[in-house]
């Protein structure tokens, strides 16, 4: 059977790979998007629904000897690791610790902040292309805290932030947050609000709307293995083979995989985050419901390993807190569901991006 020729094939179908699919499809490239799922039914689906102007500094590895010795003990709810993992994990974690130097990080930073300047924009620009500018919402996000320590060093570096980089923000005190979100706890202390981010209703639905925009211009979506693969660009799908003059790999926390099998040894890193889906009965800021996301754990196998149902487990008994991201006030009664998915990667301790980051979360 002939193959069908393209100039690119994007391979994954996540809201990376579908706006870089978009993007060329506009430069007159002739494209087809591979995916062994629909488009956004991975890692894109569990995100945070949020766009982050503020993420200009990716997450640092902890350098403090008090984070050390918490994370050490493996306790905390935030991350977990597994001990069967750190040899194999140890190079990269050696990596990530030495490129989270503050020179080197404020390095990393000034590259990373040319791409996170104009994420709102960029995808204001295409969800108006796509008809989908209804799923974002110009409100912002909260970020609250327990105490007052917490909140005068989150103060600090949003005031660092703005001087270098231009980030909005709002500080708000015990009854200002109140005011804004008269549902949380009584007992946080304040908040700060990140005035220039926006939030998604649906980050699914998102994807969807990118990925058919994509095919209106001409572009193509085929379901195949990505790991099919081969030099002069050839993959199969469920249509037949395709070539390709050029290939993106847009896997997410499987671009390892394909990656090393062609001969490329990235320095990346898999995290798992565990998702917590709330149905509402009511309103909520995301129509799947409210969305609890906390707790990463690292193995060396990444992706490839089943979800820890005890990481979930905790997530789930620590959901009735309020220590999570505030978009808008939520008046619901909450039934739990749950998804899991693996999580974004990290190239040598720098966060690759993924539009709509995972929001900064924990109640401090």
Known sequence: MTAIKFDTVVLGAGIVGVCVAVHLQQRDRQVALVDRKPPGNETSFGNAGLIQREGVYPYAFPRGLGALLRYARNQSLDVRYHADALFHAAPFLWRYWRNSDRAKHAEIARSYSTLI??????HRTLAAAAGAS?????????????NNAAQ?????????WHR????????????RLQQAEPDLDKALRGGLRYTQADSVSDPNALVTAYAEYFESLGGRFFTGDANTLRNGWEVTTDAGTINASSVVVALGPWSGVLSSRLGYHLPLGVKRGYHMHYAPRGCAPQSSGARRRKGLS???????????????DCVARCAKNADATCRRR????????TRQTPRRSTVDGRT??????????RAR
């Open 330 to 337: 939520t008046d619901c009664t909450l039934a739990l569901s």
């Open 298 to 312: 690292a193995r060396a196998d990444g992706a490839r390993h089943p979800p820890d149902d005890r990481r979930r």
């Open 134 to 146: 209804a799923l974002l919402r110009p409100t912002g996000w909260i970020k609250v805290f327990r």
């Open 164 to 175: 270098e980089y231009g980030v909005e923000f709002e500080s708000l005190d015990a009854a």
């Open 117 to 122: 300047e104009h994420c709102v924009s960029e």
């Open 152 to 160: 005068d060093a989150e103060l600090r570096l949003a005031e660092q």
């Open 352 to 361: 690759a991006l993924h539009a709509g980051h995972d929001a900064r979360d």
